[in-house]
């Protein structure tokens, strides 16, 4: 529940530096703030109520999502917001302990912007969706639920542990990843068959594998009339595959986003667009910055390291490195924000193969 | 943008793609790009050669006429010098390599009837009965190295035997696969039957998965994964060796510099290890006098004959080279530099021999793309087992009961005997393997009508 506006005039929305402020009293006062970030104040060289006058200020905060891998959830709770019903989220755990978040409204409120935000692309309305997707701690099963229920549709899942793929692929198990792709696509095959499903979430790595398996993807061309992706990046030539060679007829949505910031979907394509596909991420409570390596804000058009904020009422991550790049693209019709394009992950640097054989 | 635009060709038509990688050349500079195949794009190609693959055999007038145009034609744009400058410049081989390449891939067409015939047991057997032999499969996929354009007539032979063919070629050197591609087309070539994927690792992986036969070039770590693979042939570091039986001579010594130097070393048939039954550093003193005596222009020189690298290959050869020389002996002159950079910018390998008393050195058994030679000291009591994992073992020895125990040797792939040259070969000779065999299956055709003993 947003319940702090009341310093603002009811006839004008908050400027996002406005939040920083108000919300930065809320998170660094002791009766409202989380254990966490009271912990935090101390340690700070400068003062977050004195020193922070909006969003460019937030990058003197240090990215403190490390400390997301082990701190108990519940200091993350402000104490402002008493009661229940908490649930904690994970980051994909690839590397280490995941980074885990708590959430009660906030996503709720971002969900329902989303849900607007997709029907501009004419999402059927009811519609019964199949999320072929991770599940368990992962963020991307509950977004779907959320839009499948403000759809008025019915939600199928299957199971999935995207951990364990990762590490049969770290493991070089290459036979046993196909065949957990099989059992994957295999479980979503029998829900097609009986079920109609009409909206398809799932991720590039997926698609590309119905794609790849005939009769699946011609049982998905008949009944799904959208295709939702997110969790990993499709390259230009690969999306424009999927729209334009397996898919003509469907309507291929993308949402970039992430655990800790929330969702960004794909903006209706645009005729003077230079990408086929920018999302647009929830200007409310989301700060974005596509920066180079010295923190300096890119042109439109250049790709550079995805830098964000999140200022929300249950949650304040300030000045967080994604691993991702994006191409910065100029605000389109009457959004206030840039656009993102052609998200991709940072290539790992300084990494010399070793020169086997003559090759 | 200025330079060379390489571009995909799916089922023989050339197509743009969205995935755009910059393709540098061994100075540093900006050669052109290359539109990257997704693996949805594999994907695509895939299904279309899969619908359309009719197993027939591609007529061998076909092949020599593809043979002539991609020695000498004008093909989109590119000449034959334009061809060889371009691989000089991407792979960082010697012109006259290219050439020898050229040549290597025109005779391997040329002989290509002759190779099958010679690698299949005869298959008439009497009066209405006959072995045929057919593709195993409809798809080859052939993901190919930089190091050398020649490998490439092992997908030639696929088409030829009737398979339609997916092509990932290298990522440094795409030129070679696609003047062939383009040659066999011109040559009249049905489209379907040929496809040209520039792609990462990925898509090459995802085509040898989906075709039924299939063949992989490059470093242990690409080929590992299908060591053990039924339908996948894979071609990874040759470390062709020399066992070394007699005294040094200059006849000898000749010989050792050929075998390691041709073509710069970037063949893996070139020998990168001597095992002698003499002393390894006089062996080793012998030989390095000779490569100090290799001198070779900038890559782009019509006499150039050492291969050059880009720098960050440099830098890597830098450290590796300084891991293989502890505990052994490097007989190139004093001082000189390991990687000498060259006034275009490019790094070029200096021809190197190292000697060990350690048989099990870790410098034993490593292969290079340049001459790169170890000796080491082989006893007889070590047994044939320390001259095996080589794909040319050459005895330099007169001894005829190590030549019968190499020959029967598994990790051997092929012996050479006296001062014969690893890659000296007549259609029939496996090279690694027998490659008709791999991508034929025998089939009892029987014609002999109701006979009375059938039933009796």
């Given at each position: 529940m947003d319940t702090m506006t009341t310093a603002l005039a009811q006839d004008r929305a908050e400027t996002f530096d406005e939040r920083v402020r108000r919300l930065l009293h809320w998170h660094f006062d002791p009766q409202t703030g989380s254990a966490f970030w009271l912990r935090q104040r101390g340690l700070l060289d400068f003062d977050p109520l004195r020193d922070i006058d909006g969003a460019a200020d937030l990058v003197r905060f240090p990215d403190l999502t490390e400390q997301l891998r082990h701190v108990p959830v519940g200091d993350l709770i402000p104490r402002g917001l008493t009661g229940t019903g908490f649930r904690v989220y994970e980051s994909g755990g690839t590397s280490g302990a995941p980074k885990r978040i708590v959430d009660r409204d906030y996503r709720r409120r971002l969900l329902s912007w989303a849900m607007q935000r997709l029907r501009a692309h004419h999402i059927a309305d009811p519609a019964h969706w199949l999320h072929l997707g991770p599940s368990g701690p992962h963020v991307f099963a509950y977004d779907c639920a959320r839009y499948a229920a403000l759809g008025n549709g019915m939600f199928h899942t299957v199971d999935f542990d995207p951990r364990w793929v990762k590490k049969l692929v770290a493991a070089g198990e290459t036979d046993m990843v196909k065949r957990y792709v099989r059992h994957l696509l295999d479980q979503a095959a029998e829900v097609l068959r009986s079920q109609p499903v009409k909206v398809l979430s799932t991720t590039p790595p997926l698609i590309e594998a119905i794609c790849a398996d005939p009769e699946l993807h011609a049982a998905v061309e008949r009944s799904v009339e959208t295709i939702i992706w997110a969790g990993t990046s499709f390259s230009p030539e690969s999306l424009r595959q999927v729209e334009e060679v397996f898919f003509p007829d469907t309507t291929i949505v993308g949402i970039y986003g992430n655990t800790l910031m929330g969702v960004a979907p794909q903006r209706p394509r645009r005729p003077d667009d230079r990408h086929l596909c920018v999302f647009e991420p929830y200007a409310e409570a989301v700060w974005i910055d596509v920066v180079d390596e010295h923190g300096a804000v890119v042109d439109y058009g250049q790709r550079g390291r995805v830098r964000l904020s999140l200022v929300s009422e249950e949650m304040f991550l300030p000045n967080v490195i994604e691993r991702d790049t994006a191409v910065r693209v100029e605000p389109a019709g009457d959004a206030t924000v840039d656009g993102l394009a052609e998200v991709g992950t940072v290539a790992e640097v300084g990494d010399v193969r070793v020169i086997e054989g003559v090759y | 943008m200025a330079g060379i635009v390489v571009e995909p060709i799916v089922c023989g038509r050339p197509v743009r793609s969205l995935d755009r990688a910059p393709l540098a050349d061994v100075r540093g500079d900006l050669l052109g790009e290359v539109g990257m195949v997704p693996r949805l794009m594999a994907v695509g190609a895939v299904t279309r050669a899969r619908r359309t693959a009719d197993g027939t055999p591609v007529g061998h007038d076909l092949l020599l006429r593809a043979a002539e145009l991609f020695a000498t034609a004008d093909l989109d744009g590119e000449t034959p010098e334009e061809y060889e400058r371009r691989v000089a410049l991407a792979a960082g081989l010697p012109r006259v390599t290219v050439r020898h390449a050229v040549a290597d891939i025109v005779r391997s067409l040329t002989h290509l009837p002759a190779t099958t015939r010679a690698e299949l047991p005869a298959s008439r057997l009497g009066d209405g009965y006959e072995t045929a032999w057919v593709p195993a499969g409809r798809l080859f996929a052939a993901v190919m190295a930089s190091n050398h354009p020649a490998p490439n007539d092992s997908w030639l032979h696929a088409l030829a035997l009737g398979y339609s063919v997916l092509v990932r070629p290298g990522t440094r050197e795409p030129f070679t696969a696609r003047r062939l591609t383009l040659a066999l087309l011109a040559a009249g070539l049905a489209e379907h039957r040929i496809s040209f994927l520039p792609g990462e690792r990925a898509v090459g992986e995802y085509l040898l998965e989906a075709a039924d036969r299939g063949i992989v070039y490059g470093g242990g770590d690409a080929v590992r994964r299908w060591?053990?693979?039924?339908t996948v042939t894979t071609r990874g570091p040759g470390r062709s060796r020399v066992l070394l039986d007699r005294p040094v001579t200059a006849e000898v010594l000749d010989h050792l510099t050929v075998s390691a130097a041709y073509d710069g070393g970037t063949r893996c048939n070139n020998i990168s290890l001597v095992l002698t039954t003499g002393d390894p550093r006089q062996v080793a003193d012998a030989l390095a006098a000779r490569f100090d005596a290799l001198a070779s222009p900038?890559?782009?020189?019509?006499?150039?004959?050492l291969p050059v690298v880009d720098a960050t290959r440099a830098e890597g050869l830098r450290r590796q080279l300084a891991g293989l020389t502890t505990g052994a002996t490097v007989h190139t002159a004093a001082g000189a530099d390991p990687l000498v950079r060259l006034p275009d910018g490019s790094h070029r390998p200096l021809p190197t021999v190292l000697s060990t008393d350690d048989p099990r050195h870790p410098a034993v058994g490593v292969e290079l793309p340049f001459p790169f030679v170890v000796v080491a000291p082989w006893r007889r009591a070590d047994g044939v087992a320390a001259l095996g994992d080589a794909l040319v073992l050459n005895l330099v020895t007169d001894d005829v009961d190590l030549r019968a125990a190499a020959v029967a040797?598994?990790?051997?792939r092929k012996v050479t005997c006296g001062?014969?040259?690893?890659?000296?070969s007549t259609p029939g000779i496996p090279h690694e393997g027998n490659l008709s065999l791999f991508l034929l299956q025998s089939k009892g055709v029987v014609s002999t009508g109701t006979r009375d003993h059938a039933l009796a």
């Amino acid at each position: 529940m947003d319940t702090m506006t009341t310093a603002l005039a009811q006839d004008r929305a908050e400027t996002f530096d406005e939040r920083v402020r108000r919300l930065l009293h809320w998170h660094f006062d002791p009766q409202t703030g989380s254990a966490f970030w009271l912990r935090q104040r101390g340690l700070l060289d400068f003062d977050p109520l004195r020193d922070i006058d909006g969003a460019a200020d937030l990058v003197r905060f240090p990215d403190l999502t490390e400390q997301l891998r082990h701190v108990p959830v519940g200091d993350l709770i402000p104490r402002g917001l008493t009661g229940t019903g908490f649930r904690v989220y994970e980051s994909g755990g690839t590397s280490g302990a995941p980074k885990r978040i708590v959430d009660r409204d906030y996503r709720r409120r971002l969900l329902s912007w989303a849900m607007q935000r997709l029907r501009a692309h004419h999402i059927a309305d009811p519609a019964h969706w199949l999320h072929l997707g991770p599940s368990g701690p992962h963020v991307f099963a509950y977004d779907c639920a959320r839009y499948a229920a403000l759809g008025n549709g019915m939600f199928h899942t299957v199971d999935f542990d995207p951990r364990w793929v990762k590490k049969l692929v770290a493991a070089g198990e290459t036979d046993m990843v196909k065949r957990y792709v099989r059992h994957l696509l295999d479980q979503a095959a029998e829900v097609l068959r009986s079920q109609p499903v009409k909206v398809l979430s799932t991720t590039p790595p997926l698609i590309e594998a119905i794609c790849a398996d005939p009769e699946l993807h011609a049982a998905v061309e008949r009944s799904v009339e959208t295709i939702i992706w997110a969790g990993t990046s499709f390259s230009p030539e690969s999306l424009r595959q999927v729209e334009e060679v397996f898919f003509p007829d469907t309507t291929i949505v993308g949402i970039y986003g992430n655990t800790l910031m929330g969702v960004a979907p794909q903006r209706p394509r645009r005729p003077d667009d230079r990408h086929l596909c920018v999302f647009e991420p929830y200007a409310e409570a989301v700060w974005i910055d596509v920066v180079d390596e010295h923190g300096a804000v890119v042109d439109y058009g250049q790709r550079g390291r995805v830098r964000l904020s999140l200022v929300s009422e249950e949650m304040f991550l300030p000045n967080v490195i994604e691993r991702d790049t994006a191409v910065r693209v100029e605000p389109a019709g009457d959004a206030t924000v840039d656009g993102l394009a052609e998200v991709g992950t940072v290539a790992e640097v300084g990494d010399v193969r070793v020169i086997e054989g003559v090759y | 943008m200025a330079g060379i635009v390489v571009e995909p060709i799916v089922c023989g038509r050339p197509v743009r793609s969205l995935d755009r990688a910059p393709l540098a050349d061994v100075r540093g500079d900006l050669l052109g790009e290359v539109g990257m195949v997704p693996r949805l794009m594999a994907v695509g190609a895939v299904t279309r050669a899969r619908r359309t693959a009719d197993g027939t055999p591609v007529g061998h007038d076909l092949l020599l006429r593809a043979a002539e145009l991609f020695a000498t034609a004008d093909l989109d744009g590119e000449t034959p010098e334009e061809y060889e400058r371009r691989v000089a410049l991407a792979a960082g081989l010697p012109r006259v390599t290219v050439r020898h390449a050229v040549a290597d891939i025109v005779r391997s067409l040329t002989h290509l009837p002759a190779t099958t015939r010679a690698e299949l047991p005869a298959s008439r057997l009497g009066d209405g009965y006959e072995t045929a032999w057919v593709p195993a499969g409809r798809l080859f996929a052939a993901v190919m190295a930089s190091n050398h354009p020649a490998p490439n007539d092992s997908w030639l032979h696929a088409l030829a035997l009737g398979y339609s063919v997916l092509v990932r070629p290298g990522t440094r050197e795409p030129f070679t696969a696609r003047r062939l591609t383009l040659a066999l087309l011109a040559a009249g070539l049905a489209e379907h039957r040929i496809s040209f994927l520039p792609g990462e690792r990925a898509v090459g992986e995802y085509l040898l998965e989906a075709a039924d036969r299939g063949i992989v070039y490059g470093g242990g770590d690409a080929v590992r994964r299908w060591a053990d693979s039924a339908t996948v042939t894979t071609r990874g570091p040759g470390r062709s060796r020399v066992l070394l039986d007699r005294p040094v001579t200059a006849e000898v010594l000749d010989h050792l510099t050929v075998s390691a130097a041709y073509d710069g070393g970037t063949r893996c048939n070139n020998i990168s290890l001597v095992l002698t039954t003499g002393d390894p550093r006089q062996v080793a003193d012998a030989l390095a006098a000779r490569f100090d005596a290799l001198a070779s222009p900038e890559v782009t020189a019509s006499d150039a004959t050492l291969p050059v690298v880009d720098a960050t290959r440099a830098e890597g050869l830098r450290r590796q080279l300084a891991g293989l020389t502890t505990g052994a002996t490097v007989h190139t002159a004093a001082g000189a530099d390991p990687l000498v950079r060259l006034p275009d910018g490019s790094h070029r390998p200096l021809p190197t021999v190292l000697s060990t008393d350690d048989p099990r050195h870790p410098a034993v058994g490593v292969e290079l793309p340049f001459p790169f030679v170890v000796v080491a000291p082989w006893r007889r009591a070590d047994g044939v087992a320390a001259l095996g994992d080589a794909l040319v073992l050459n005895l330099v020895t007169d001894d005829v009961d190590l030549r019968a125990a190499a020959v029967a040797d598994p990790s051997v792939r092929k012996v050479t005997c006296g001062l014969t040259l690893p890659w000296d070969s007549t259609p029939g000779i496996p090279h690694e393997g027998n490659l008709s065999l791999f991508l034929l299956q025998s089939k009892g055709v029987v014609s002999t009508g109701t006979r009375d003993h059938a039933l009796a």
